[in-house]
Every structure is written in C-alpha cells, then in structure tokens.
C-alpha cells in the first residue's frame, strides 16, 4: 500500500514538472543561436548587461564558465573577488547582441560592494544550489538588494544549480518554481554547470527576453512615445514683438 501511494505521489510530481516545462516550449522564440566569437569581438549590435547574483558556493561562476567557454572546473573552490565580467554573444533574429555577463561574488564582506554593480542591469539571474536549502532561504535577501540597488521592475530568472547532485536534493523542483512565480519572475531553471545540462538552454531564453523587450522599447520609442507627446504637448503660443515706434521714448535699465 505504501509503494503504492509513494508510486502515485511520484506520477503526480513529474506530471507537475512536465507541466511547468511546457512553458519553456517556446524558450527560442526568435531562434536564437550561441556564437563561439572570442571576448574582443567587437561588431556586435546589442549590447544587455546581465548581473549574476546569489550565495557562495553555489555556482555562479561555473555557470559563466559553462555559458561561455564551454569547461568545468572541478577543483577546489576559488571565491570571486568583488565581480569578473565574461562575454556572451549570440544570433538573434540575424542580429548580434552581446550579453555583457557580470558574475558576483557571494561572500558577505563584498555585499556591499557588489551593489554598486546592480545598477543598469538589464537582467538578474538568481542563483541557489539545489542541495544546500540555506542558499534558496537566502533568496529573500539577494532579491531585496537587488530591488534597493537597481530597478524595482528588473527582470530575474531564478536558477538552481548543481542538478548533477540529485542524490542530495534539499529543495524541490516544486519549491523552486513557485519561488519564481511568487516573486513574479521571468522564468525558471534547474541547470547543472558540471554537465552543462540546461545552460545553453537558459541563455537562449534570457537572449529573447531581453530582445523582445529591446523590440517593444523601440517601438514605443519611436511611434507611442512621440504619439503620446503629440497628443500631450503643452499649448505654447509665440508671440512675435512689435517694433517700437521711433516716437516711444526710451527706457534705461
């Protein structure tokens, strides 16, 4: 009876996982494609400032390293200092656009400096591991600073890592996807910077996010926004002077 229910409970979270999944289907909207160009590569067209944020330990920096020159490095842990910044540039829509990718440290005597980096971010990737619970209790802090140091309306993507290390999960799929729903975020993953499982997969969707959103911004930008000000502009009249006739006498100061 007990095999039974833990077989139907089982059913039922992976029917919920698959559900969830589906909204990723149209994760490449615009057909995106990760360029292999070096860091100096320099005609591109876009330019999106990503921060990657989140507690040490996690992964943030092997998800870059995944993310844009493709290695893992399993060997003892090296903290960030302060922030390194990794080039990411991908075809879009038969554009190229550059995503300027700024990893963070996590270690709580840099916090303060690190929120200095937030600001004119386009985009904010969250990271937690999915064996440490501490790390996704910790989200509440890392999206208050975010909110403090840059846009209250920055776009996020929530990430948890180390899927290679299912054996040991403390924090469910489940959890992690209501997080980001809760907080209103752009999207959801789970992703291993070890097997790259999902890496790729979730810089592609930050790549049509951002350029969607750079299509909308132009396009208010040139037809609503100047509409808007038409339609709104402050009744200004001119009013020519007329010459002074030779008789009006003359003022001082």
């Not at 067209?45 to 844009?68: D, L, P, R, Y």
Request: aromatic share 10%.
């Amino acid at each position: 009876m007990k095999n039974q229910i833990k077989e139907n409970i089982d059913v039922k979270n992976l029917a919920q996982k698959n559900i969830s999944l589906k909204e990723n289907d149209n994760y490449n909207k615009y057909n995106a494609e990760i360029l292999n160009y070096p860091d100096d590569f320099s005609e591109y067209e876009i330019n999106f400032k990503i921060i990657v944020i989140g507690s040490k330990f996690v992964g943030k920096t092997c998800i870059t390293n995944q993310a844009t020159k493709h290695i893992f490095l399993d060997n003892a842990y090296e903290p960030t200092i302060g922030m390194e910044i990794y080039n990411l540039f991908v075809k879009i829509d038969n554009k190229i656009i550059k995503l300027q990718i700024w990893d963070t440290c996590g270690q709580e005597i840099y916090r303060s400096l690190i929120s200095n980096y937030y600001r004119s971010s386009s985009l904010a990737i969250i990271v937690y591991s999915i064996d440490n619970k501490e790390t996704f209790q910790d989200l509440d802090l890392w999206i208050k600073e975010l909110k403090l140091n840059n846009s209250p309306d920055s776009k996020v993507v929530l990430v948890g890592n180390k899927l290679d290390l299912e054996e040991n999960r403390q924090v469910s799929y489940e959890e992690g996807k209501k997080h980001a729903k809760d907080n209103g975020f752009i999207d959801f993953f789970e992703t291993s910077a070890k097997t790259g499982e999902n890496i790729s997969k979730m810089f592609i969707k930050v790549s049509n996010i951002l350029y969607e959103e750079h299509l909308r911004f132009k396009g208010i930008e040139t037809d609503e926004q100047f509409k808007t000000f038409r339609e709104n502009k402050p009744n200004i009249k001119l009013i020519r002077k007329k010459k002074k006739e030779k008789k009006d006498k003359i003022k001082c100061c």
